[in-house]
């Protein structure tokens, strides 16, 4: 019983450090964001790259574990959505965080310039036929949020949507904002939590990863002169991002702004922000019931009748010793004095 105190105490330590860890990440509700005076790229809460990878390490371990939990309890699903400007580590970091994740239950979805099918329904549609199934996590590498920034930026973009005269007033963008939050209200209200990160890179920065995307012969394929052109909008694409995190950034669904200049910093704020999510859902393991669990131990005395001669009635006690749970009829005189 302790022991089981100690550990439960622990995994609240831990959840509460992970916590502290995030909330400056966490843009609040309701504020006003001006990206460039708020948040600054190159933040690293005082830690140095060795213990970085310390870190990562605990986060991948607990995502795995969590992960393992959400998928048996087959209750809930999590979203998580993926921003940056080019260059802005969304796939490393993917790469680093589901490090561990069993594979059945992670999806990752890119989006792309949209096809002409997506262009002929509605602009949510494509994003809706990727959401998680209960037990799952969905990882959107871009997401809906395009819809309110490439979008914003570039008009002609939205001219290609096809949109009814109706639609396209004045106001769409605060619309669309408020179509959006509904949207993630409705399923975080039947057990989808949507996680929103946005990678926040500085100019700078963006400078160097592209030089290198061009200096090394492995790293051209990465490297489009799309990127170049985008660039020049930067201004443009921080204006679309404050507006979108102050409008969007909600109770239910709040945005994380990691600073994203340092690669292993990143890496270790997007696992944090995960982690803290799933320790907040809370997934548990199913138990079955008293009528289950006696079947169970039927099963378990005909197994064990089984045994060929020499062999062990029940090798996996017998190679456990105290390994939970203890099953009624095999506890030991030392066990049931332990429990008085
Ligand atoms: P990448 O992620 O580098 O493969 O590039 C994907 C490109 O698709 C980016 O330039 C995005 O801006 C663009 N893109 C993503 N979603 C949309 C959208 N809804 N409308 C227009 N362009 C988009
Ligand atoms: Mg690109």
Not at 63 to 79: H, I
Not at 161 to 177: M, N, T, V
Not at 300 to 320: I, K, N, Q
Request: aromatic content about 10%; glycine content about 4%; proline content about 6%.
């Amino acid at each position: 019983m302790a022991e089981k105190a100690d550990k439960a105490d622990h995994t609240d330590r831990r959840a509460r450090r992970i916590a502290d860890f995030i909330a400056p990440l966490r843009v609040p509700p309701g504020s006003d964001v001006d990206l460039a005076a708020d948040y600054d790229p190159r933040y690293r809460a005082h830690l140095k790259k060795a213990q970085g990878a310390e870190l990562l390490r605990t986060g991948v371990e607990l995502l795995a574990e969590y992960q393992a939990r959400l998928a048996a309890q087959d209750t809930y699903g999590v979203l998580v959505c993926l921003q940056a400007l080019d260059a802005g580590g969304k796939d490393g970091t993917i790469r680093h965080v589901m490090t561990g994740m069993n594979p059945q239950g992670v999806q990752v979805s890119s989006f792309k310039v949209p096809s002409d099918e997506e262009l002929d329904h509605d602009y949510l549609w494509r994003y809706a036929r990727r959401l998680p199934a209960r037990g799952d996590i969905a990882v959107f590498n871009r997401s809906h949020y395009e819809e309110v920034l490439v979008v914003r930026v570039h008009p002609e973009v939205l001219d290609r949507q096809k949109l009814p005269p109706s639609a396209r007033r004045r106001g769409i963008w605060e619309r669309r904002y408020r179509e959006i939050n509904d949207w993630e209200r409705y399923l975080t209200d039947n057990g989808f939590k949507v996680v929103k990160i946005f990678l926040n890179l500085s100019k700078e920065e963006q400078r160097t990863r592209f030089l290198k995307r061009i200096d090394l012969p492995e790293k051209n394929w990465k490297f489009s002169a799309a990127d170049v052109r985008e660039r020049r909008f930067w201004d443009d694409y921080q204006r679309a991002f404050s507006e979108m995190l102050s409008a969007t950034s909600t109770e239910w669904a709040p945005w994380y702004v990691v600073p994203a200049d340092r690669k292993w910093f990143a890496r270790i704020c997007a696992s944090a922000v995960l982690v803290h999510t799933l320790m907040e859902l809370d997934p548990r393991y199913p138990t079955v019931g008293k009528k289950a669990r006696e079947e169970l131990l039927n099963v378990r005395r005909e197994l064990e009748a089984e045994a060929p001669e020499g062999a062990s009635e029940d090798p996996y006690a017998a190679a456990h010793p105290g390994a939970e749970p203890p099953l009624p009829r095999k506890r030991s005189r030392k066990g049931k004095a332990a429990r008085r």
